[in-house]
Nanobody
């Protein structure tokens, strides 16, 4: 099994910045794509940004130019740098990792979600 620990959320004024982190721990695994999602009250969970093993990134239109996703493979960690925050960015942010587990007889891939971290942007 793999455990994910998120950190970095909080309360910030509009125009401010926050950096989210999501670290994976465990053994005998490889992380594939990594992503950040968010869910605001009364809304569906939506993709914010994702990054492949090769470093290719995808962003939601609403965050392009303001948010940057990155990964540190040596630390099994994905980051989300959020700048120029707006009140509409307020949500619970979740990291999502696609992980391949290696067993004695083969491998399998599984999706993991972080516990969520609250980001609140005041106007």
């Amino acid at each position: 099994q793999v455990q994910l620990v998120e950190s970095g959320g909080g309360l910030v004024q509009a125009g401010g910045s926050l950096r989210l982190s999501c670290a994976a721990s465990g053994s005998s695994f490889r992380i594939n794509a990594m992503g950040w999602y968010r869910q605001a009250p009364g809304k569906q969970r939506e993709l914010v940004a994702s990054i492949t093993n090769g470093g290719r990134t995808v962003y939601a239109d609403s965050v392009k130019g303001r948010f940057t996703i990155s990964r540190d493979n040596a630390k099994n960690t994905v980051y989300l740098q959020m700048n120029s925050l707006k009140p509409e960015d307020t949500a619970v942010y979740y990291c999502n990792l696609g992980i391949t587990h290696y067993t004695g007889i083969g491998s399998y891939t599984k999706d993991y979600w972080g516990q969520g971290t609250q980001v609140t942007v005041s106007s």
